[in-house]
Nanobody, 121 residues
Framework: VQLQASGGGLVQAGDSLRLSCTAS????????LGWFRRTPEKEHDFVAH????????NYSDSVKGRFTISRDNTKNTMYLQMNSLKPEDTAVYYC???????????????WGQGTQVTVSS
């Protein structure tokens, strides 16, 4: 499975960004998906995950209410809509795919290359 993440950038606090992650190499609906981020303090910080059908999502407390994870199974693409961004959201964001949705990074077998999100105050 190949995952390609995109959509990062430099924004100001309060702004929004939408990350995308496109998958190939395997039937998309067999993949549960997640977003993690890496900071100097934490290598695998769970952000959100979504089940294969897209019916169930889960968020870390730090992003709940501000971020929305979704997927379009017709486009083999997952999204992370990030609103009300804060400087502490600054990180490299990675998309991940695996057999089931989990907050644990070691459940996921495949990872994208990461996209940098920088939020200035």
């Amino acid at each position: 499975v190949q995952l390609q993440a995109s959509g990062g950038g430099l924004v100001q606090a309060g702004d929004s960004l939408r990350l995308s992650c496109t998958a190939s190499g395997r039937t998309f609906t067999t993949l549960a998906l997640g977003w993690f981020r890496r900071t100097p303090e934490k290598e695998h910080d769970f952000v959100a995950h979504i089940t294969r059908s897209g019916e169930t999502t889960n968020y870390s407390d730090s992003v709940k209410g501000r971020f929305t994870i979704s997927r379009d199974n017709t486009k083999n693409t997952m999204y992370l809509q990030m609103n009300s961004l804060k400087p502490e959201d600054t990180a490299v964001y990675y998309c991940a795919a695996g057999p089931y949705a989990s907050r644990r990074f070691d459940v996921y077998n495949w990872w994208g290359q990461g996209t940098q999100v920088t939020v200035s105050s």
